[in-house]
T-cell receptor, first 113, second 114 residues
Framework: GENVEQHPSTLSVQEGDSAVIKCTYSDSASNYFPWYKQELGKGPQLIIDIRSNVGEKKDQRIAVTLNKTAKHFSLHITETQPEDSAVYFCAACLNTNAGKSTFGDGTTLTVKP | DTGVSQNPRHKITKRGQNVTFRCDPISEHNRLYWYRQTLGQGPEFLTYFQNEAQLEKSRLLSDRFSAERPKGSFSTLEIQRTEQGDSAMYLC????????????FGPGTRLLVL
């Protein structure tokens, strides 16, 4: 089955700096890659996603890049703010018919004011 | 609020007891997923439904676990004869087949087995 590895497990940055989180996946058939933000005591919330037919997607301060050949994808957060502090998860999914997502183990991001 | 809701939010039980959790998905969503999350890890897939049909179950779902979605709307997850290793956050998510694949998660039910 699919295996997703996520690095780093913890990341501390100064407010205003950029943060980058990287994930690799094993199943070349995966074609949908969402990123989730999870705050304490809450369920994961989707922040951005990318499909395998594009290499990059951006939404304000957040961007995701995908390298299908190398089977890795990354989350980029620019101009970080203290409210960005949370646990971030990447996931890899087959197409809709398969349904389930395989998650990485998460990155705890701390943005210091 | 039209998001995914889960009840109860917290459950403390003694080993050997049965527990049942409920998930109400976003109303128009026809897929519903259950995940389990332990501390420091990402959610792990347990099972999912399309309408009332249970289409896949993970090996993590032992015989003590059963999930239902009788009318294709809300779902229940029951754990029989709970064990301390069942302590975790149980997350429910829903999505729309034919629409974006995005899974929307509920707030989870945190289970503690003493």
């Amino acid at each position: 089955g699919e295996n997703v590895e996520q690095h780093p497990s913890t990341l501390s940055v100064q407010e205003g700096d950029s943060a980058v989180i990287k994930c690799t996946y094993s199943d070349s058939a995966s074609n949908y890659f969402p990123w989730y933000k999870q705050e304490l005591g809450k369920g994961p919330q989707l922040i951005i996603d990318i499909r395998s037919n594009v290499g990059e997607k951006k939404d304000q301060r957040i961007a995701v890049t995908l390298n299908k050949t190398a089977k890795h994808f990354s989350l980029h957060i620019t101009e970080t703010q203290p409210e960005d502090s949370a646990v971030y998860f990447c996931a890899a999914c087959l197409n809709t018919n398969a349904g389930k997502s395989t998650f990485g183990d998460g990155t705890t991001l701390t943005v210091k004011p | 609020d039209t998001g995914v809701s889960q009840n109860p939010r917290h459950k403390i039980t003694k080993r050997g007891q049965n527990v049942t959790f409920r998930c109400d998905p976003i109303s128009e969503h026809n897929r519903l997923y259950w995940y389990r999350q332990t501390l420091g890890q990402g959610p792990e897939f347990l099972t999912y439904f399309q309408n009332e049909a249970q289409l896949e179950k993970s090996r993590l779902l032992s015989d003590r676990f059963s999930a239902e979605r009788p009318k294709g709307s809300f779902s229940t997850l029951e754990i029989q004869r709970t064990e301390q290793g069942d302590s975790a956050m149980y997350l429910c998510a829903s999505s729309l087949v034919g629409g974006p694949e995005t899974q929307y998660f509920g707030p989870g039910t945190r289970l503690l087995v003493l």
